[in-house]
């Protein structure tokens, strides 16, 4: 469909090559978007700000529709350590919110500009549904920044791993690597999908060797063509760790 955008950015992590389409476009993510609050926590935790272990009693207004299992349970008190699985695991809607709301909008926004994400960011918090008084959408940003990040999250520091470790909990694999042959329950990849109207994105590290981030955005009823959009883009990644794994020729 000529009304799709797509971007596409990798980074291979050993040469620090990169490639590129539609990299700078600015795009809707949807739940993407909630590595930019993932990273402040785990900044956070690592440099003593927040204990994981801080209990956070779930408010009215932070249950949310959409992904997510805490609609379903009755707790209305978790960790910050829970919550940011949560998260990250299967992208649910209200741990988001509740960590957001402990941690604070402007606080993420200034937490990711630090990290080089100048023109990725949050809007809101996650509504369900969003009414033409609210901002437009969560989250925005490219593909550029978020490979960045992503090859950032490969370094060997410690809020970098314990962001991994709840990256690597994500159970959406629907996306970039749906096409591709891969331990489901491995550590082969670590990443953060997106989905929500007229929005399929995906933001990871395959194999330790190649970040990536793959922004699909179109018109609403445009869901099918931007998933099956983002899976092609899965094997040219996938094509990317290939040549990243191949012994140089002497």
Request: hydrophobic content about 45%; proline content about 5%.
């Amino acid at each position: 469909m000529n009304d799709i955008t797509l971007a596409v950015a990798t980074r291979d992590l050993a040469t620090g090559e990169f490639h590129g389409v539609n990299e700078d476009a600015e795009l809707p993510l949807a739940s993407v978007g909630k590595l930019l609050l993932l990273a402040e926590v785990a900044m956070s935790v690592e440099g003593g700000i927040l204990a994981p272990d801080t209990p956070v009693t779930l408010h009215d207004d932070d249950y949310c529709g959409g992904s997510g299992l805490l609609t379903a349970l009755s707790a209305r008190s978790w960790t910050v350590g829970d919550l940011a699985v949560l998260t990250a695991a299967v992208s649910d809607n209200t741990a988001t919110n509740a960590l957001l709301r402990t941690i604070g909008l402007d606080r993420v926004n200034a937490a990711a500009a630090a990290l080089g994400l100048s023109r990725t960011r949050l809007l809101d918090r996650i509504r369900e549904p969003r009414t033409p008084q609210d901002p437009p959408t969560f989250a925005i940003g490219t593909a550029a920044e978020l490979s960045g990040l992503a090859a950032l999250l490969a370094g060997p520091g410690g809020w970098q791993a314990l962001m991994r470790g709840w990256m690597r909990r994500n159970t959406d694999h629907g996306l970039v690597p749906a096409l591709l042959r891969h331990d489901p329950e491995g550590d082969w990849l670590a990443n953060k999908t997106g989905t929500d109207e007229g929005v399929r994105s995906d933001v990871g590290i395959m194999d330790g060797r190649i970040a990536y981030a793959v922004l699909a955005h179109g018109p609403a009823g445009s869901e099918h063509d931007l998933t099956s959009a983002v899976r092609r883009a899965g094997l040219d990644v996938a094509a990317r760790l290939s040549a990243a794994k191949a012994p140089a020729s002497s």
